[in-house]
Nanobody, 121 residues
């Protein structure tokens, strides 16, 4: 099995920065896609940023130029650097990975428990 642990959320003011981290653990054969999703109260979960195993990245339009996703494959860790935060960025942020455990080598979806990010005016 693959476990994901997130950290770095908190309460900040508009314009501030935060960095989220997500570390995968367990008997992992490979990790393909790593991504961050978020869900605001009363809204559907949305994809914020993705990073594939080839180094490609993609972003939600509303965060382009402000957020940066990165990964350290050796540490099985993903980061989301969030700059110029806005109140509308307030949400629970979830880590997602598409990974193959050593138990069967097939890729499965795994989710973190979520970390709260609150941006005040």
């Amino acid at each position: 099995q693959v476990q994901l642990v997130e950290s770095g959320g908190g309460l900040v003011q508009a314009g501030d920065s935060l960095t989220l981290s997500c570390t995968a653990s367990g008997m992992i054969f490979s990790i393909n896609v790593m991504a961050w999703y978020r869900q605001a109260p009363g809204k559907q979960r949305e994809l914020v940023a993705t990073s594939d195993s080839g180094g490609g990245t993609d972003y939600l339009d509303s965060v382009k130029g402000r957020f940066t996703i990165s990964r350290d494959n050796a540490k099985k860790t993903m980061y989301l650097q969030m700059n110029s935060l806005k109140p509308e960025d307030t949400a629970i942020y979830y880590c997602y990975v598409e990974a193959a455990p050593c138990s069967d080598y097939r890729e499965w979806d795994y989710w973190g428990q979520g970390t709260q990010v609150t941006v005040s005016l």
